[in-house]
C-alpha cells in the first residue's frame, strides 16, 4: 500500500495536469461528466495532497508489519507482539514520548487514553512528515482542526 501511495505523489503532477490542462483543451466534452467536475473540483484544492503524504507517512511505519503476511512461513505467533510495536510506533509519532515509556505491557498500551490532551504531543513536536509539517503550518487555524 506504501507503494500505491508514493506512485500517487509521484505522478501527482502529471494528473494534475491532465485533468486541469489537457482535458480541458484537448476533450471539452468530459467536461459534462459528474466524476470528470468531481475530480476538477478537489484538484483545484491546494490541501488535497496532503493526505496522501499523511497516509504515506504513515504507512512507512507499517512496512515491516505488512511484510509479515508476505512471508512463506506462519507468523501468527508473532503478529502480536509486532502489533504491538506497531501501535506504539504510531503512537510516539503523536504522544509524548515519557508517557508512551511508561506502557509496559499491551493491556498498558490498549487501555492508554491517546484521545486525552495532556498525553498529545503539541502540534509543533508532532511528527507527520516534513511535507505535512510544513503544509500544515500554513493553514488558518480552523482549517488545521477540520484537517
Not at 496522501?52 to 511505519?61: E, R
Not at 508489519?65 to 504491538?84: G, N, P
Not at 509524548?96 to 502540534?123: P, Y
Amino acid at each position: 500500500m506504501y507503494s500505491a501511495v508514493q506512485r500517487l505523489i509521484e505522478q501527482y503532477p502529471a494528473l494534475k495536469s491532465f485533468f486541469l490542462d489537457h482535458i480541458p483543451e484537448k476533450h471539452l466534452q468530459l467536461l459534462k461528466n459528474p466524476q470528470v467536475k468531481h475530480i476538477l473540483g478537489m484538484l483545484q484544492q491546494k490541501e488535497l495532497l496532503i493526505s496522501p503524504h499523511l497516509i504515506g507517512f504513515a504507512l512507512k511505519k507499517c512496512q515491516k508489519y505488512e511484510k509479515l503476511f508476505q512471508r512463506k512461513e506462519s507468523t501468527i505467533h508473532i503478529m502480536y507482539d509486532e502489533q504491538v510495536d506497531l501501535f506504539r510506533n504510531v503512537l510516539i509519532s503523536f504522544c509524548s514520548f515519557n508517557e508512551i515509556e511508561k506502557l509496559k505491557t499491551a493491556a498498558d498500551l490498549t487501555s492508554f487514553m491517546f484521545t486525552d490532551a495532556k498525553v498529545q504531543m503539541s502540534e509543533t513536536e508532532t511528527k507527520m512528515g516534513s511535507y505535512v509539517s510544513r503544509e500544515l503550518r500554513a493553514f488558518k487555524d480552523s482549517s488545521k482542526t477540520h484537517f
